[in-house]
């Protein structure tokens, strides 16, 4: 069956950057885009971009443009989110979901918790 | 800044029929774009509820169903169960933003 499953919980530094990984397994990788969508505590669920796992194409939302860079690797159906320039607020909950196309989010990620501290 | 507005909580009790909308705009909902609903029960992952605005994916029961009109949406659940109980999103896509939207969530209390 269908299954993303993410990389562990992460503490960082105000100033520093975070990788999270989020691999596939239980269908073709390439058959469907990967978004990455955060959720701060008490906050609604926020886009933050897309691949197209085919060809690699991105696209950002314009509030986190410059600072997330989202890529994948298809020999590893393992898709990758790193966000820069980290400050408190970006303390969040981060979530791998697929969608064919343009379609909705069929299947989710278990979710990363990234803290952002001092 | 919120761009699909939810209320922020409904409630019931089991085995009755509850409503929750989505009110967006001319750059989302209004201009055509599908909405989705996702189910979250807290600590957990949203999982897709509705698609294409009034479509179950396989395993949702028929009590959920979602419907489209103008620049809102809703979210219908009949005989609302204990099990039910849980955090309701929907979403588009924006032209403006040029990316999805949420709305702000709604929490479904089973009384």
């Known amino acids: 069956q269908v299954q993303l499953v993410q990389s562990g919980a992460e503490v960082k530094k105000p100033g520093a950057s975070v990788k999270v990984s989020c691999k596939a397994s239980?269908?073709?990788?390439?058959?469907?885009?990967f978004h990455w969508v955060r959720q701060a505590p008490g906050h609604r669920l926020e886009w933050m971009g897309w691949?197209?796992?085919?060809?690699?194409?991105?696209k950002y939302s314009q509030k986190f443009q410059g600072r997330v860079t989202i890529t994948r690797d298809t020999s590893a159906s393992t898709a990758y989110m790193e966000l820069s320039s980290l400050r408190s607020e970006d303390t969040a909950v981060y979530y791998c979901?697929?969608?064919?196309?343009?379609?909705?989010?069929?299947?989710w990620g278990q979710g990363t918790l990234v803290t952002v501290s001092s | 800044q919120s761009v699909l507005t939810q209320p922020p909580s409904v409630s019931g009790a089991p085995g009755q029929r509850v409503t929750i909308s989505c009110s967006g705009s001319?750059?989302?909902?209004?201009?055509?774009?599908?909405v989705h609903w996702y189910q979250q029960v807290p600590g957990t992952a949203p999982k897709l509820l509705i698609y294409?605005?009034?479509n179950r994916p396989s395993g949702v029961p028929d009590r959920f169903s979602g419907s489209k009109s103008g620049t809102s949406a809703s979210l219908a659940i009949t005989g609302l169960q204990a099990e039910d109980e849980a955090d309701y999103f929907c979403?588009?896509?924006?032209?403006?933003?040029?990316?999805?939207?949420f709305g702000g969530g709604t929490k479904l209390t089973v009384l």
């Open positions: 979901a697929r969608a064919r196309g343009s379609g909705p989010f069929d299947s």
């Open positions: 294409g605005n009034n």
């Open positions: 239980g269908y073709t990788f390439t058959n469907y885009a």
């Open positions: 691949i197209h796992t085919g060809n690699g194409d991105t």
């Open positions: 001319s750059s989302n909902i209004g201009a055509g774009y599908d």
């Open positions: 979403q588009s896509y924006d032209s403006s933003l040029s990316g999805w939207v």
